[in-house]
């Protein structure tokens, strides 16, 4: 037997409500319902017993629809806000497209979700980190606006990035070439290192959180906020904040975390940008369980097109003790800039420290040179505009000169 659902209750209420259906239909269908062994949609019976004709059928699936998106924006308003459309759902909360009334703009609103709002402790500490956040300013970072509270409901909006994630571009792609790859991850990695002045950890780095303009800036966003006091039990499905298949060992185990932890995470994105895939996979637990006692599968296994000295990269970024990674940043810049290097021009790899640092000061010398160029030109392009517009003033000014002088002439002939 067949259990009604939910939508053909909600479907049937709606039809007796406006007059389509009499309380006697609704029965027979919900008996017919009942006694099928099969699966059976309220509204399909209805127009197959003749009590609602395609066309009524159709009006008030539409009408469902609409009331339905309705209901959902109702409970998830905040003041100040007008919610446009469902952008994604993670394990913190709802992120929805909708302007700024204020400010009469679109942002990202990001709604937590009820079950972190349990704990008072939880609520402050949000509260206090994420504006924090909002105080923050990068270009590789997406910006929160504004943080608050309204009835049940903790927000913070952000920025609203036009493009699409780190993670539809690797399905839609597959492996990334490994200069694409490399680029990309100095962008997070300049984010990772401006983060960390404010004692930020990032905890949820993933390609789902990286957003790519039009133009190729990856920016990172949908911040963690509750960096290291959360305990996590790796026996328990679902219950870790943030996302297993890039999540570190001692992240996974609830110990403290620092930028180092992001560094793993960032890792184990890299992995997947070269491998199109992440490197476990599995149970939420068995995922865990791999990133705290597993090592890394090579990515070179995966894809032979990734350069040796990429893949010593991922290791170290992705070593099971945070000590063993990179110490520092700028260590990591400059392993990443010299691959970048070889891969170019083919030299890098093989240089010795002064060598590297002396060739990556000079590719962004040559950066930096191109980009004074095109700023040059666009001051010429401004100066020649001006000067076109000096030039139409003038001979508008000399028209009107001669009209007013013929004008005159012959006001004196006459």
């Given at each position: 037997?067949?259990?009604?659902?939910?939508?053909?209750?909600?479907?049937?209420?709606?039809?007796?409500?406006?007059?389509?259906?009499?309380?006697?239909?609704?029965?027979?269908?919900?008996?017919?319902?009942?006694?099928?062994?099969?699966?059976?949609?309220?509204?399909?019976?209805?127009?197959?017993?003749?009590?609602?004709?395609?066309?009524?059928?159709?009006?008030?699936?539409?009408?469902?629809?609409?009331?339905?998106?309705?209901?959902?924006?109702?409970?998830?308003?905040?003041?100040?806000?007008?919610?446009?459309?469902k952008l994604g759902e993670g394990g913190?909360?709802?992120?929805?497209?909708?302007?700024?009334?204020?400010?009469?703009?679109?942002?990202?609103?990001?709604?937590?979700?009820?079950?972190?709002?349990?704990?008072?402790?939880?609520?402050?500490?949000?509260?206090?980190?994420?504006?924090?956040?909002?105080?923050?300013?990068?270009?590789?970072?997406?910006?929160?606006?504004?943080?608050?509270?309204?009835?049940?409901?903790?927000?913070?909006?952000?920025?609203?990035?036009?493009?699409?994630?780190?993670?539809?571009?690797?399905?839609?792609?597959?492996?990334?070439?490994?200069?694409?790859?490399?680029?990309?991850?100095?962008?997070?990695?300049?984010?990772?290192?401006?983060?960390?002045?404010?004692?930020?950890?990032?905890?949820?780095?993933?390609?789902?959180?990286?957003?790519?303009?039009?133009?190729?800036?990856?920016?990172?966003?949908?911040?963690?906020?509750?960096?290291?006091?959360?305990?996590?039990?790796?026996?328990?499905?679902?219950?870790?904040?943030?996302?297993?298949?890039?999540?570190?060992?001692?992240?996974?185990?609830?110990?403290?975390?620092?930028?180092?932890?992001?560094?793993?995470?960032?890792?184990?994105?890299?992995?997947?940008?070269?491998?199109?895939?992440?490197?476990?996979?599995?149970?939420?637990?068995?995922?865990?369980?791999?990133?705290?006692?597993?090592?890394?599968?090579?990515?070179r296994e995966v894809n032979p097109n990734?350069?040796?000295?990429?893949?010593?990269?991922?290791?170290?970024?992705?070593?099971?003790?945070?000590?063993?990674?990179?110490?520092?940043?700028?260590?990591?810049?400059?392993?990443?800039?010299?691959?970048?290097?070889?891969?170019?021009?083919?030299?890098?790899?093989?240089?010795?420290?002064?060598?590297?640092?002396?060739?990556?000061?000079?590719?962004?010398?040559?950066?930096?040179?191109?980009?004074?160029?095109?700023?040059?030109?666009?001051?010429?392009?401004?100066?020649?505009?001006?000067?076109?517009?000096?030039?139409?003033?003038?001979?508008?000014?000399?028209?009107?000169?001669?009209?007013?002088?013929?004008?005159?002439?012959?006001?004196?002939?006459?």
């Amino acid at each position: 037997m067949a259990e009604i659902q939910a939508h053909d209750r909600a479907f049937s209420k709606l039809a007796l409500k406006n007059g389509f259906l009499t309380r006697d239909q609704v029965k027979e269908c919900f008996r017919a319902i009942r006694n099928s062994d099969h699966e059976l949609r309220f509204e399909d019976l209805a127009v197959e017993k003749a009590f609602l004709s395609n066309e009524q059928a159709t009006a008030l699936s539409l009408a469902y629809r609409r009331l339905r998106k309705d209901n959902e924006k109702r409970k998830w308003n905040v003041k100040g806000y007008e919610i446009y459309s469902k952008l994604g759902e993670g394990g913190l909360g709802v992120v929805y497209k909708a302007k700024q009334t204020s400010m009469n703009r679109l942002v990202a609103l990001k709604i937590l979700h009820k079950r972190w709002l349990n704990d008072e402790e939880f609520k402050q500490r949000f509260l206090v980190e994420a504006r924090l956040v909002g105080k923050l300013s990068h270009q590789n970072l997406i910006k929160v606006y504004d943080v608050g509270r309204e009835d049940w409901k903790l927000y913070f909006s952000m920025e609203y990035v036009e493009g699409e994630t780190l993670e539809h571009v690797i399905e839609r792609e597959g492996p990334l070439d490994p200069l694409r790859a490399i680029e990309f991850t100095l962008q997070v990695l300049r984010a990772i290192r401006y983060i960390s002045r404010f004692d930020i950890v990032h905890c949820d780095i993933k390609p789902s959180n990286i957003l790519l303009t039009t133009d190729g800036v990856a920016k990172l966003g949908d911040f963690g906020f509750v960096k290291s006091n959360i305990a996590i039990d790796v026996t328990e499905e679902g219950s870790v904040l943030g996302t297993p298949d890039y999540i570190s060992p001692e992240q996974a185990m609830g110990k403290d975390v620092d930028f180092r932890s992001d560094l793993y995470s960032l890792g184990v994105t890299l992995y997947h940008m070269v491998a199109k895939r992440p490197p476990f996979d599995g149970t939420v637990s068995t995922i865990m369980r791999a990133h705290i006692r597993d090592e890394l599968p090579s990515p070179r296994e995966v894809n032979p097109n990734i350069p040796e000295a990429l893949e010593r990269i991922i290791k170290k970024m992705t070593a099971k003790s945070p000590d063993d990674r990179y110490r520092t940043c700028e260590e990591l810049f400059e392993e990443l800039e010299a691959v970048k290097l070889k891969e170019k021009t083919g030299k890098g790899v093989d240089m010795d420290r002064a060598e590297l640092v002396e060739a990556v000061r000079l590719e962004k010398d040559k950066a930096r040179q191109r980009q004074l160029e095109v700023i040059e030109l666009q001051h010429q392009l401004d100066r020649l505009t001006m000067l076109f517009w000096a030039a139409a003033a003038v001979a508008g000014l000399a028209i009107i000169a001669c009209v007013y002088l013929g004008w005159q002439l012959q006001a004196r002939a006459g």
